[in-house]
């Protein structure tokens, strides 16, 4: 098969770059390789290096997902050294065509491409697969996309709805945006929904109980919740879920999307049992008047490790992106 016949598709964060190639016309990446960014000076030499270790001289395109933002051609990764011109790169390598794009955007455009044995049932009826899906992720921060469908497959929406207000519901709740806010200024939901949040959210309950808070990563809080080896490390872990729920639940309702949700990242599937099990439900469907919109609407963890790199495949034939 000629280079031309291949594309280069990859998801970077700040720690690591996946990087695969797909066939033309195909989404399915194969050829995995997980690469530690702090191993290159730059993208190029991880795509040189990648290229070499599975014996490929070059491939025709590429499409990049980064958790960063970008000036034009100029991107600069938010949590990595690396710094690169798309233009630059592109013709370096003798790219016919190069997208670079936001990760939580390839995340959504993977969802649809997730075999169904990737996706784990939460609750919600069958949804209505001819309306708008919800892509949320909570990870090093709290991503939040869309998809609305059009004719021939998908648009996907940039959204910042992790940086939408925290919104209490009861006076713990009240106590916990006191507390968040003595610290922040403006409390988001990204300020509880997201690693770091999960311990802000923990230190918030210890405060508010008059008790030590002896766990300092997140981490910890989730396992010591699941040995059930801390009382206040598992009250704040069900309280996370709950919440996310709850903000699952209002941004279906602005964004009318019975077509289900669809809960990507790394943190759910390591408690996914505890997930199940968790207040979720209950903070997703508890909408007042509009709870049987709610019911109707189904929820899913997806479990594919790679969506991002579907979602990237996916870009290279989407004239919408």
């Not at 469908?149 to 939408?164: D, K, S």
């Not at 289900?260 to 943190?267: P, Q, S």
Request: net charge neutral.
């Amino acid at each position: 098969m000629t280079a031309t016949q291949y594309s280069l598709v990859g998801d970077i964060g700040g720690t690591n770059a996946r990087l695969a190639l797909v066939e033309r016309g195909s989404v399915r990446p194969h050829a995995i390789k997980v690469l530690s960014c702090g191993d290159y000076n730059n993208l190029d030499g991880a795509v040189r290096d990648y290229l070499a270790r599975v014996g490929v001289a070059g491939v025709g395109e590429a499409c990049l997902a980064v958790a960063s933002p970008m000036r034009g051609t100029q991107v600069r990764m938010t949590n990595n050294h690396w710094r690169f011109d798309t233009e630059e790169v592109r013709q370096q390598f003798g790219w016919s065509a190069f997208k670079v794009m936001n990760d939580f955007t390839a995340m959504a455009l993977g969802v649809p491409h997730v075999a169904d044995g990737q996706l784990v049932h939460v609750c919600g009826g069958p949804g209505d697969s001819r309306r708008p899906r919800l892509v949320m992720g909570p990870g090093t921060g709290l991503g939040v996309s869309g998809l609305v469908p059009i004719r021939q497959g998908w648009v996907p929406l940039m959204t910042e709805g992790g940086h939408v207000d925290f919104a209490p519901t009861d006076d713990t709740e009240m106590a916990v945006l006191r507390i968040l806010k003595a610290r922040f200024g403006r409390v988001s939901v990204e300020r509880i929904l997201c690693g770091q949040g999960l311990l802000n959210l923990y230190q918030a309950h210890a405060e508010i109980q008059g008790v030590p808070a002896p766990l300092d990563a997140p981490e910890k809080i989730t396992s010591a919740a699941l040995n059930n080896t801390d009382a206040l490390a598992c009250h704040t872990l069900r309280h996370f879920c709950e919440l996310l729920g709850r903000v699952a639940g209002n941004a279906v309702l602005t964004l009318g999307s019975t077509g289900g949700v669809f809960l990507c990242g790394g943190i759910l599937p390591r408690f996914l049992d505890f997930f199940l099990e968790s207040p979720f439900r209950n903070g997703f469907e508890d909408k007042g008047r509009m709870r049987p919109l709610l019911e109707f609407t189904p929820v899913y963890v997806v479990t594919e490790p790679y969506t991002g790199l579907l979602g990237a495949a996916e870009a290279l034939g989407n004239p919408e992106v």
